[in-house]
T-cell receptor, first 116, second 108 residues
């Protein structure tokens, strides 16, 4: 079974530029998550999708971050414009079910963003 | 979700059992205890979870105290590949709130 795929693996941009990350979850997984992990901290949930609908985006800085999951499969996370404090690893994860408390999350390798 | 408390770091000799403690004194009756780990430059990886009973799988064992206020993750024979940050999470639903975890160093 293929895992969660993310691209690019690394990205370096100047502040105020735009950047987009892509995630392809495990086939058939209904729920998809985006996390931000700043160096030395645990991952922080940014947004959760169930199929192509947003369930929770309470921690997403909506003035500069946006995300979509078209057709309930792949997802993109965009930052426009980027700030220095957005330097982090952006992780995508997926789970098979919907609101299943015992579902485990499967994580991708992450995209390391550096904002200069 | 209940708050969890873990030591920031631990050492364990290679080949010995690694016992990682977690305190979750405010856990509610229907919150599960999950353990994930994150090896350097990788995404977190699920290890094990439980509600009340002790659990064992091919990776680890999870011991939950009878009052459910704390738990211990046991890696029975630690290897250098077990060097990672280990996260203990208490959650009611499918949301995971990660703390800073325990950085486990396996010593050769």
């Amino acid at each position: 079974e293929a895992g969660v795929a993310q691209s690019p693996r690394y990205k370096i941009i100047e502040k105020r530029q735009s950047v987009a990350f892509w995630c392809n979850p495990i086939s058939g997984h209904a729920t998809l998550y985006w996390y931000q992990q700043i160096l030395g901290q645990g991952p922080k949930l940014l947004i959760q999708f169930q199929n192509n609908g947003v369930v929770d985006d309470s921690q997403l800085p909506k003035d500069r971050f946006s995300a979509e999951r078209l057709k309930g499969v792949d997802s993109t996370l965009k930052i426009q414009p980027a700030k220095l404090e957005d330097s982090a690893v952006y992780l995508c994860a997926s789970t098979p079910g919907i609101w299943v408390s015992t579902d485990t999350q499967y994580f991708g390798p992450g995209t390391r963003l550096t904002v200069l | 979700d209940a708050k969890t408390t873990q030591p920031p770091s631990m050492d364990c000799a290679e080949g010995r059992a690694a016992n990682l403690p977690c305190n979750h004194s405010t856990i509610s009756g229907n919150e599960y205890v999950y353990w994930y780990r994150q090896i350097h430059s990788q995404g977190p990886q699920y290890i094990i979870h439980g509600l009340k009973n002790n659990e064992t799988n091919e990776m680890a064992s999870l011991i939950i105290t009878e009052d459910r206020k704390s738990s211990t993750l046991i890696l029975p024979h630690a290897t250098l590949r077990d060097t990672a940050v280990y996260y203990c999470i208490a959650t009611l639903d499918d949301k995971i709130i990660f703390g800073k975890g325990t950085r486990l160093h396996i010593l050769p």
